[in-house]
T-cell receptor, first 114, second 109 residues
Framework: NAGVMQNPRHLVRRRGQEARLRCSPM?????VYWYRQLPEEGLKFMVY????????ESGMPKERFSAEFPKEGPSILRIQQVVRGDSAAYFC????????????FGPGTRLTVT | RKEVEQDPGPFNVPEGATVAFNCTYS??????FFWYRQDCRKEPKLLMS???SGNEDGRFTAQLNRASQYISLLIRDSKLSDSATYLC??????????FGKGTRLSVIA
């Protein structure tokens, strides 16, 4: 019973490059949430997606950030032209139901921008 | 006022001690409440849900006071393995989970 999988686990990018973070939800889950955790901070919601739909992106910065969850394949969080302030842990969670507090977290991707 | 506030700690306690963490939340419409545990550089993991009647799971007891918008977690007989950051989490229906910054606990031998 594989849990939520995220890759890469660690990602180093230079300022101005693009970062792509991938999340494969648990089997049977069609709802994905992305959270960001800055150093010494709590997790902050970014975006909630269902297959092929963005449901809530109220926590996502308006520029440089985008997310998708295609019909086939993992959910992708994309950060264009990364800056040092993007350095953080990015956690993905999945759930079997819509708008659910029952969320299962992946191990996270640690992004370091140099 | 932040949505979920916690004392950041750190709490440094000896093995066997009892330690209590507090959390307040600002949204009176919040419906569900949780304590998560997060080990260093790992993902958060659900420790327990919190109910108005209070609930206990082994050495852990959680309490909710809706009138005061206050949640607590009590850990009895602390173990070295309890060292972690404890996150207070609130859910308000069709909104995302809202996390506090966490309270760091170090249990010392």
């Amino acid at each position: 019973n594989a849990g939520v999988m995220q890759n890469p686990r660690h990602l180093v990018r230079r300022r101005g490059q693009e970062a792509r973070l991938r999340c494969s939800p648990m089997k049977g889950h069609s709802h994905v949430y992305w959270y960001r955790q800055l150093p010494e901070e709590g997790l902050k919601f970014m975006v909630y997606l269902q297959k092929e739909n963005i449901i809530d992106e109220s926590g996502m910065p308006k520029e440089r950030f985008s997310a998708e969850f295609p019909k086939e394949g993992p959910s992708i969080l994309r950060i264009q032209q990364v800056v040092r302030g993007d350095s953080a842990a990015y956690f993905c969670a999945s759930s079997p139901l819509a708008d659910s507090y029952e969320q299962y977290f992946g191990p996270g991707t640690r992004l370091t921008v140099t | 006022r932040k949505e979920v506030e916690q004392d950041p700690g750190p709490f440094n306690v000896p093995e066997g001690a009892t330690v209590a963490f507090n959390c307040t939340y600002s949204n009176s419409a919040s419906q569900s409440f949780f304590w998560y545990r997060q080990d260093c550089r790992k993902e958060p993991k659900l420790l327990m849900s919190v109910y108005s009647s209070g609930n206990e799971d082994g050495r852990f007891t959680a309490q909710l006071n809706r009138a005061s918008q206050y949640i607590s977690l009590l850990i009895r007989d602390s173990k070295l393995s309890d060292s972690a950051t404890y996150l207070c989490v609130v859910y308000s229906g069709n909104t995302p989970l809202v996390f506090g910054k966490g309270t760091r606990l170090s249990v010392i031998a």
